[in-house]
């Protein structure tokens, strides 16, 4: 079957087939290798180009008798870059093509939920003894597969909410000379980029007030700050962890979990939800805004320390070069004054990364983000510059640091991180706010000679900057066979393999290592996408010390087993 599930017709009797979501996103991370592999082509190509024009400059300099000779070379170079650049534009041209057909695979209608929406909000009307009906408002809107099942739960939440907070009893919809059954809309709209979904309903709409005192009596608020917060702010402690006004926790309401779940999970889309006070159906509604495709993204990059970051250019609102004597202290806060504008609040990005930052500069580069109505000064060590790039999505928590969108790999092979803006205004909000520090010298261990080995780009320079970022040495290579080379020149503490590579695979590499005299006690980790009962069976009997799943990261098993073994 090769991953196939069914062969079937659609609604237009086209042919179909159903085949696993895993080899989708395969493919999708090929076609991002191949976007990274014509950048470097293209580089290269340049580099040839200066080569050229630079003989050209020296060619009236050189000995007359050698100069026809010379020139023949030159033109014969010519011709080469020209033909070069021909071949690189249309393998750029199916790239592109290539990259944009497979978005469109992983594009699915968000109208193929309203079924179940709708059965939703019906069942859940009637286990409160009430009568309401779902409006679906998307048109024919595609969202990618990735986004589309992370908003999932959130849209469940509240529709569910609607029904449960929103909607009124009968006999109350009844005296206000309301209809019986109550109307909750579901609107979808494009911008973009990204798509704006509104869930509203026409119930009796959010009190301010109610919040207010639910806020209070479990400590999410202390009653003199409430009385100095406006109407909207105060509408917006519903999406603090732990609120919730449900007098019990019930299966329609949410199970008493909360709107902080709902903004967590759109959050780590890089997306924001609020509150719409008055919305089109009359009553309070919420709206999310989250990307169309999670897969690709517009951005800045910067650099701070040593690492470089991706800004997704939606939030980028300005750069700036600042002075020391534009630093200054607010109660407590270091705030900057930029161009006569207020002041705004600073944060450096390394140290909210985790990382360590020097200080003596003689003056901060500034990256201006928004966040809706919130502004936030982003200091940097360097403003590279604005592209195009292709996300390798990772558990937000892999290498214990916040606001991680995932991996995206540049040009040149260096891998930078993908920023989740709204939490990294979150990040900015509770960590310290110190003003920098010079990085204190390492008391770690001396770091560990390991290779690294998959056939994956990303996947490569992913490990490589989790196990680098632990002073590791890493050297890398794309399948077993360039492996089992590195290991005849060098000398390793351990081998991280993937399973599945061309030419000798994870499981033949290890068991070609077991019966090498010198090799045979060096450490073996296997990592693999799959987790099929006979491949870690047959990795073990290969003699893997260790087996993990790409992706179940989240509690460091990496760097844990590197820790063990090596």
């Known amino acids: ?14 042919a179909t087939v159903r085949v696993e979501a895993s080899r989708l996103d395969r493919l999708m991370d090929y076609s991002g290798e191949l976007l990274v592999t014509h950048a470097r082509f293209a580089s290269r190509g340049e580099g040839l180009r200066g080569v050229h024009l630079a003989l050209q400059r020296r060619l009236p300099e050189v000995d007359p008798q050698v100069r026809a000779w010379l020139s023949a070379v030159v033109r014969d170079l010519e011709r080469i870059v020209d033909a070069e650049r021909r071949e690189l534009e249309a393998f750029g041209r199916l790239t592109r093509d290539l990259g944009e057909a497979m978005k469109q695979v992983r594009m699915l209608p968000l109208a193929g939920l309203a079924p179940s929406w709708r059965q939703l909000v019906r069942e859940s009307a009637q286990q409160l003894g009430r009568k309401a009906e779902l409006v679906v408002e998307v048109g024919d809107i595609e969202l990618d597969k990735y986004v589309l099942d992370r908003i999932r739960e959130p849209l469940i939440h509240l529709l569910r909410n609607s029904v449960a907070h929103g909607l009124e009893p009968a006999a109350e919809r009844a005296a206000q000379g309301k209809a019986e059954t109550g109307r909750v809309v579901l609107h979808a709209t494009l911008q973009g980029a990204h798509v704006r979904l509104e869930v509203s309903d026409d119930g009796r709409g959010l009190d301010a007030r109610t919040i207010g005192e639910c806020a209070v009596r479990k400590g999410l608020v202390e009653r003199e700050r409430l009385a100095q917060m406006p109407p909207a702010e105060v509408v917006g402690l519903i999406f603090q962890e732990g609120f919730s006004t449900a007098a019990e926790a019930g299966r329609v309401s949410g199970r008493g979990v909360g709107l902080s779940v709902v903004r967590s999970h759109v959050a780590g889309l890089g997306g ?14 919420f709206e999310l805004v989250v990307p169309v495709s999670a897969v690709s993204r517009r951005g800045l990059l910067v650099r701070a320390g040593a690492s470089i970051y991706a800004l997704p250019i ?98 040149d092979g260096a891998l930078a991180v993908a920023v989740n803006v709204p939490e990294l205004f979150q990040a900015a909000g509770t960590r310290s706010a110190r003003a920098p520090e010079a990085a204190a010298p390492s008391s770690r261990a001396p770091g560990k000679r390991i290779l690294v080995v998959d056939d994956m780009l990303t996947i490569r320079a992913l490990h490589r900057s989790i196990l680098e970022a632990e002073g590791h040495l890493v050297t890398l290579a794309a399948d077993g066979e360039e492996a089992w080379a590195a290991l005849q020149r060098e000398r390793f503490d351990l081998v991280v393999s993937d399973v599945q590579m061309p030419r000798l695979d994870g499981c033949a590499l290890t068991a070609r290592i077991r019966a090498d005299d010198r090799l045979r006690d060096l450490p073996v980790v296997l990592v693999t996408a ?17 087996y993990l799943i790409k992706g179940q990261y989240e509690s460091g098993k990496l760097l844990a087993a590197v820790r063990r073994f090596a």
Do not use: C, F
């Open 272 to 285: 924001e939800v609020q509150v719409v006070p008055r919305s089109r159906t009359g009553g309070a509604g």
């Open 530 to 546: 799959r987790g099929r009962p006979e491949e870690v069976s047959a990795g073990g009997k290969a003699g893997a010390n260790e």
């Open 314 to 411: 939606e939030h980028v609102q300005r750069t700036v070069r600042v002075s020391p004597d534009a630093l200054e202290q607010v109660d407590g806060e270091p705030v900057v004054r930029a161009a006569g504008a207020e002041p705004l609040r600073l944060r450096w990005l390394a140290q909210l990364m985790g990382r360590a930052i020097e200080k003596g500069r003689q003056g901060v580069k500034v990256v201006v983000l928004e966040r809706g109505a919130a502004r936030l000064g982003l200091a940097v060590d360097e403003v590279l510059r604005e592209d195009e790039y292709v996300i390798k999505r990772l558990p937000a928590n892999l290498v214990g640091v916040v606001a991680v969108d995932g991996a995206v790999i540049l040009a």
């Open 1 to 14: 079957r090769g991953g196939a599930e069914q062969l079937g017709q659609d609604a237009a009797g086209q």
